[in-house]
């Protein structure tokens, strides 16, 4: 069974920083991109940034300059981190995974719970 958890929301004034960490666990035998998503009340769901295996990134416009995903292959864990936070950053974020099992070549992706994140003075 593949888990991936979240940790790091919660509520900050603007101009704040935040670091959320997502941990895969489970039976997977590779993991290839990992990404950030968030959703705010009433909108779709809309990807934040992502990395590949090989550590490039992609950055949305919305959050260039602000936001630095990262990644421990080791551990498992991709980081997002996020400064200069604006009230429009207010939404639930969820991790994304893409992996690998002994099926290969097929490739699966997998979702966080999601952690809240608010921005508000």
């Known amino acids: 069974q593949v888990q991936l958890v979240e940790s790091g929301g919660g509520s900050v004034q603007p101009g704040g920083s935040l670091r959320l960490s997502c941990v895969a666990s489970g039976s997977f035998v590779s993991i290839y991109a990992m990404g950030w998503y968030r959703q705010a009340p009433g909108k779709q769901r809309e990807l934040v940034a992502n990395?590949?295996?090989?550590?490039?990134?992609n950055n949305v416009d919305s959050v260039k300059g602000r936001f630095t995903i990262s990644r421990d292959n080791a551990r498992h864990t991709v980081y997002l981190q996020m400064n200069s936070l604006k009230p429009e950053d207010t939404a639930v974020y969820y991790c994304?995974?893409?992996?690998?099992?002994?099926?290969?070549?097929?490739?699966?992706?997998?979702w966080g719970q999601g952690t809240q994140v608010t921005v508000s003075s």
């Open positions: 990395i590949t295996e090989d550590g490039s990134t």
């Open positions: 994304n995974a893409r992996l690998g099992f002994s099926d290969y070549p097929r490739v699966y992706d997998y």
